[in-house]
């Protein structure tokens, strides 16, 4: 699972929807779940993409076999990539494969653009080819080569980022999300056990009980805790903050006053981190400021 940033990200943003386009709460909410359950297709559709590499690495080898006129890379072809234990247990994942059949979208077509090109800018670098020349097998630097890779080619590939926004728009908001959890996923494998379950944004009930009652609590509240932000504004009026701004404080002003166990500290670390991804680049440092302030008057430990 991921830790509840995630989805204090998506009570954010959905918050932040309900202000520029009102409807019912219950609207609302359902919305915002389906949010949620839309970055577990993209996620595996993100695990798909590692394993068709391995598949699109596969067809090559078998095209090279097939040549009238074989090269000794050919006939002998380096197979360090294919049997890369890590992708190896991703391709075999249940959990994956399952998903992946009742959701026949998520598949990769072997000559998509995309992939194809991705393909051969990995093989073509450094990184491939020095790990390609790296005699035996090891599950740890399998496990560190695939991690670099994804972090290379997918999570800080801007190409892919916009196709992924153009098949959904949502996608292009949570894909900082799923990025966290395949490279989670990538970490937890283990060489002695089997890849069995992965990751879940909603782990039990709990999740979506705190889900709902934060989202709730949040525009149930909002006149009153714009109010709480204006009081401690200083040289500043309430108009000039930004809606995302105001969106963020409140958020964490519901959570302050409604969820008496998390500490403090915690909440305020959680929506300085959320302030970073979704506003400006000082808003943190301004959310910081009214948030340890409004916990200092109101003795919130």
Known sequence: MLGRRQIREKVVQTVYSYYQNPVK????????FA????????YIYQLNFLVSLKELAEHQIEIGKNKYLKTDADINPNQKFINN????????NPERLFFTGQHKQ???DMHDDLLVKTFQRITAGKRYQDFMKEEGYS????????????????????????????????????????NSMVQKTIGFLREDEESRTLIKMIKDEDDKTFASKLLRDTL?????????????????????????????????????DNFAFTPSRVIINEYIEIAKVFAT???NIFINGILDKYCKDQNRI
């Open 25 to 32: 709460f219950d609207v609302l909410e359902k919305n915002m």
């Open 35 to 42: 949010g949620i359950e839309k970055i577990y297709y993209l």
């Open 85 to 92: 234990q890590v992708l190896l247990k991703l391709e075999e």
């Open 106 to 108: 998520l598949k990769w």
């Open 139 to 178: 599950f740890e630097e399998d496990q560190k080569f695939i991690g670099k890779l994804f972090l290379r080619y997918i999570a800080e590939n801007e190409d892919f980022h916009d196709y992924l926004g153009d098949k959904e728009l949502s996608w292009y908001d949570d894909i900082h999300i799923s």
């Open 220 to 256: 149930n509240n909002w006149e009153n805790n714009e109010k709480k932000l204006e009081e401690r504004l200083e040289n500043w009026d309430l108009e000039r903050v930004s809606l995302m701004d105001k969106v963020i404080l409140s958020t964490a002003i519901a959570e302050l």
């Open 281 to 283: 680049d000082r808003s």
